[in-house]
């Protein structure tokens, strides 16, 4: 059988803090760029139609499979997968699990979806624990890093896993051909860290022609672009993340402060808006929007809840390479290359 | 016996990347703001005198303990620890263990300082992990984190201990009344989180006479001031440390780009220079310098290894301050009310 042409994506319409409006434009920007995309909306008919009216070349591409119950940002994550069996979220999951679609977009509950996601999706054969996964902004581009979140305690073998995701990740979404690959940890030196990261160190460290393996990172060279990967449990990734944004936050407005503080100094902020856009639109996380739930038994991309149709593009975008350079695929073969390569090097060894 | 009306000083003489001339300065610029200070100064006489010479007022109350030897950054804490034994940090530290001097400062290689403190002046009674802990600038004020990275995994009852170490650090070093006290995680709600911050919670919920607890707090938020003291284990906190100060570095350097790139940017940026001056004052490291390794039998502050004398003096501010509220017997007392506080609401639950 020859593959599809068409790259089908259930969208969870009713997911987000602008849904469905950000939903409908982000799909119908979409497929400006990219004309072989098929949208399933899951969602409640009568609010969806008014949107999708306005988008004729998206509604020709868009079939909706209607439901009114959905997911709200207040659910627990449990009784969201308890009780939300018929919600636009788990029925857009569904799709993937039963082959309906290729991939699922959500910019619903996280907590919510990661729950349905793995209950319904299960984890991929190899994969212990799937894991958070996203890409940043850096002094030198941008770099990958996971787990953001999915798992607050990881023993090293999970670390490992997380390397050979991050690898492929960083190769199929941001184009980059050997990805340098890092570990977080408290300092650079060999010594360092807990038991978990020493042990992924001294196995990743064996794994040298399937992974470029780099040794540890510390937490103020990520932004600058030290490592294409950067790996960590889901605790000290999340508050990496969020101290990062935090302080970004924080000094933007220092800096609107400053240039609002007297007239010469606004005069001043005008002279440097251009440059200060640029700067702005560098760091912009629409441009970044499309975390993923990665090492499943299916593509789930997660957009921010308060994504905009431009940032929810930007997440269609991440499912679409997903789907199209066959992800699972890739991480199960880079693992399979990964054990032989272990071996090998413990032959050597002996 | 009356206590004596001096405070002594024991400062590593040697020890930092500025060293001796920011140790000799800053412990110049402290005596004039405090003129009860006296300084016991370890390190080679022959390259301290051409300083202090030139401070006369300093020279009257500070007392040259002369060693040639000293521990460089690049020495491992094992090897610091073993064979520098009558290095400027060693011999500094020895002097607080026998009672010569009441804190101890340098600004040293940072592992081999808190092995030679741990392992010369032990745990205080009542705690089983010393921290690192430290103030920062945020949106509200300061805030205090620890641990900034002594203990890469920690349980339950450390946390604890660290609550109520942050506690008095707030209070004599920030003058903060009642200080807010919150556990870093991954997210507010009462069931994120691994087990030992969920169990670290239920402890601290009960502690409601002695802290003022307010629950978890996310990495984005410190920042925003939202609690005074953030306790967390030293993996966690070393990395949302080093992650903010990163991402405040990138965005420095981004503005200042910004304003380099065209000649009416420049203009801009002039205009603006006296807000972005106070901008920059209020993030001002040097004003933040001394972190502490709290929790041990004698008070040894830790300054920044790239400290100036201005940063320095700070550091001995912090070491003064330290002193003069008898830290080790406030810490004592807070762990008694606790211990007190828990039983008799454990009691009360029966």
């Not at 308890?82 to 788990?90: A, E, N, V």
């Amino acid at each position: 059988m020859a593959p599809s042409p068409f790259i089908t994506l259930a969208l969870d319409a009713m997911g987000g803090d602008n849904a469905p409006l950000s939903v409908i434009e982000g799909a119908s920007l979409a497929i400006k760029h990219n004309p072989s995309l098929r949208f399933i909306l899951f969602g409640d008919q009568g609010r969806l139609m008014p949107f999708l009216e306005n988008y004729p070349a998206l509604q020709a591409v868009s079939q909706i499979v209607h439901t009114q119950d959905y997911i709200t940002n207040e659910d627990k994550p449990s009784v969201a997968l308890r009780q939300g069996r018929q919600s636009s979220m788990r029925l857009a999951v569904n799709a993937v699990a039963d082959g309906t679609a290729d991939a699922v977009v959500s910019a619903g509950n996280t907590g919510a979806y990661m729950a349905i996601a793995k209950f319904v999706l299960k984890a991929m054969t190899g994969i212990s624990r799937p894991a958070f996964v996203a890409s940043f902004p850096t002094a030198k581009g941008s770099c990958v890093m996971l787990d953001l979140g999915a798992n607050v305690s990881c023993d090293s073998s999970n670390l490992v896993e997380f390397a050979v995701m991050g690898d492929i990740y960083a190769r199929d979404v941001m184009g980059i051909a050997n990805p340098t690959i890092a570990l977080l940890n408290v300092g650079a030196e060999e010594m360092k860290g807990n038991v978990e990261v020493q042990t992924a160190a001294a196995i990743l460290k064996r794994a040298t022609r399937t992974l470029n393996f780099q040794g540890f990172i510390e937490g103020d060279r990520i932004i600058k672009g030290e490592a294409d990967v950067v790996v960590t449990d889901g605790f000290s990734g999340n508050i990496a993340l969020k101290a990062s944004e935090g302080m970004a936050t924080f000094m933007t407005s220092l800096l609107k402060e400053s240039i609002h503080s007297s007239w010469i100094s606004k005069l001043g902020g005008l002279l440097i808006l251009k440059p200060l856009q640029r700067m702005k639109d560098r760091m912009n996380p629409k441009l970044h929007n499309g975390a993923m739930l990665i090492g499943l038994g299916g593509i789930a991309i997660k957009s921010h809840g308060g994504a905009d149709g431009v940032a929810y593009a930007n997440a269609i975008k991440v499912a679409t390479q997903m789907v199209s350079h066959g992800l699972q695929k890739q991480i199960e073969e880079k693992l399979h290359a990964l054990s032989l390569d272990l071996a090998e090097n413990a032959e050597k060894n002996e």
